[in-house]
């Protein structure tokens, strides 16, 4: 890639806290997606620091050819990571070309990111195991209701993230491309994914005998996922409220999820709940806290 062309390359003009670049030219037998569009080139600029809202965008041409250039946070890649959503932006920071780094800063950011380690998929899994749980439970309500196409595809959902908890555990960082990563794995969710696409079953039998198999999923696979959680909750002796949770920095990426996550702990016997009488003046109203 001819990296002179671009003004990124001056600090100054990239601006403060920068620590590199990485650079993606789109394959022209590939799709565009929702990053490249029609443009030639991708530039990520990366800064320590920068907050979401400071995110800028600058389109481009040099001679013929058409760019896109963005000014992203690390924080906002690593939490891509651990969230599971910008795929695309995680793709390209991961496979792009380093065309700019500054002291090896970017360099050591990305082989951080690559290695995937044990805190980052801790906290990763609890948040596909959390969708997981959630579109689950939406799958079973839409059948019950007899509601197929939408309970299909809630299925389908969960199966993608069974399929990134099982690529998790295998220590490999889910992709866009989670079904072929998952294939050469030979699965068990693979295998359930043929039978709800290609069975000769009605719609609703191929439905239910996955929502049977993720039942099991559920079951065996809950304490695993939800180690993080369950961690923190016996880290102290004090039973803990649902708002002290969602303010522990390890859980903000699951904030959302965590009623959801504490009554099916719960529910399986993997955490207690205790109730504590309200101040004064609240009646005979109790707040329900969680501990292990």
Same mark, same amino acid.
């Given at each position: ?15 403060? &806290? ?11 037998? &590939? ?28 389109? &481009? ?139 000769? $079953? ?31 909750? &016996? ?37 207690? $709940? ?19």
């Amino acid at each position: 890639m001819e990296t002179t062309i671009f003004s990124i390359l001056d600090e100054e003009k990239a601006g403060h &806290g920068a620590i590199g670049a990485v650079g993606y030219r789109l394959d022209q037998a &590939g799709s565009h997606d929702s990053l490249l569009h029609d443009f030639e080139f991708l530039i990520m600029v990366v800064h320590h620091g920068l907050e979401e809202t400071e995110r800028r965008i600058e389109h &481009g041409m040099s001679g013929d050819s058409a760019y896109q250039l963005l000014h992203v946070g690390s924080r906002e890649i690593e939490q891509g990571i651990l969230i599971g959503d910008q795929r695309d932006s995680v793709k390209y920071f991961l496979h792009g070309e380093i065309i700019w780094d500054i002291e090896g800063k970017l360099m050591a950011f990305r082989s951080y990111i690559n290695e995937f380690g044990e805190p980052m998929k801790e906290r990763r899994k609890l948040k596909e195991f959390s969708k997981f749980l959630k579109v689950y439970g939406e799958a079973k309500r839409y059948t019950a209701e007899k509601d197929l196409l939408d309970a299909y595809y809630c299925v389908l959902q969960a199966l993608k993230h069974y399929a990134r908890l099982e690529l998790i555990e295998q220590g490999i960082l889910p992709e866009s491309s989670v079904w072929e990563q998952v294939r050469p794995l030979n699965s068990v969710v693979y295998k359930l994914f043929d039978e709800l696409t290609e069975n000769s $079953e009605t719609l609703e039998q191929r439905i239910q005998l996955v929502l049977l198999a993720c039942e099991f999923t559920l079951a065996s696979k809950m304490a695993d996922c939800c180690a993080l959680l369950l961690k923190i909750l &016996g880290s102290r002796k004090e039973a803990w409220g649902i708002q002290e949770l969602a303010q522990v920095p390890e859980l903000e990426h699951v904030k959302d999820e965590l009623p959801l996550l504490l009554r099916k702990l719960v529910t399986r016997s993997l955490a207690q $709940e205790i109730t504590k009488a309200q101040k004064e003046g609240a009646g005979d109203s109790r707040e329900l806290r969680y501990r292990v």
